[in-house]
């Protein structure tokens, strides 16, 4: 993207597994100050989940482990099970991930053959269906859909639901349909955007992705240089807020604080 973008400010809001596919957000230029805050709404994944073995990486791409004979679990088993790993949960990460120990990554220690011991972290999981299981020899194979928070692993639930299970579990397939608005519909390849670039304009993208909150030119004049405002109107919802001038003018992404509007990033300074 740098070299089709021709500038090295190129970002991104949340990487994918190696062995996944789908939504990737980037941003170039100043949308990459936008990245951090798209990065903390909620993803959208499906997946193909086989039960009956445990793998090292908790996918289809690591090495077998230990795993029972699943062929037997009705869907209900599998739903029942499913629904202790729904709502508000802590899950320990997948030990070969980003996630960074003592300012390394978890998989960079994994693959130097040493053990990890990670802590388990809140996440939410909306969404965690599953549906058309299908046997295959002593396996069990089903069809998933996941709605979560930033930091939630697929793969996890999936090694979780196994082991809740007694049998095993791991994913063989991963795609991720939504990240906070951006869908899969709307996405493009390498290969599209190398013959067109398309990109969504940053007061466009930031429309999207947060509340919007229009103030008039004498507010816009206070905003450019730092000075805080009254916090927004509750009835914008959740922070953060795009904060929109006269003109279409995305002037900055604030949170109410104390009554009044911090800054999280000011687009239109001024001085």
Known sequence: MRRLAHTRRVGHAGTLDPMATGVLVLGIGRAT???????AGDKAYTATLRLGMATSTDDAEGEPLKGADASGLTLQQVQAAA???TGRIAQVPAAVSAVKIGGERAYAVVRSGREVDLPARDVVVSRFALDHPRAVDRFLDLDVEVVCSSGTYVRALARDLGAALGVGGHLTALRRTRVGPWLLTEAHTVEQ??????????????ARAFPRWEVGAEE???VRVGARLPAPPSALGSD?????????ELLALAER???RTAYLVVFAARG
Not at 33 to 39: E, K, M, T, W
Not at 240 to 248: E, H, L, N, R, S
């Open 33 to 39: 100050r936008l990245l951090g805050h798209v990065a």
């Open 83 to 85: 629904g202790t790993l």
């Open 193 to 206: 955007l190398a013959s067109n670039l398309t990109v969504v304009p940053l007061a466009a993208a930031a």
């Open 220 to 222: 816009a004049d206070r």
């Open 257 to 259: 604080r104390g009554g």
């Open 240 to 248: 953060p807020i795009a904060v929109f001038g006269p003109a279409d």
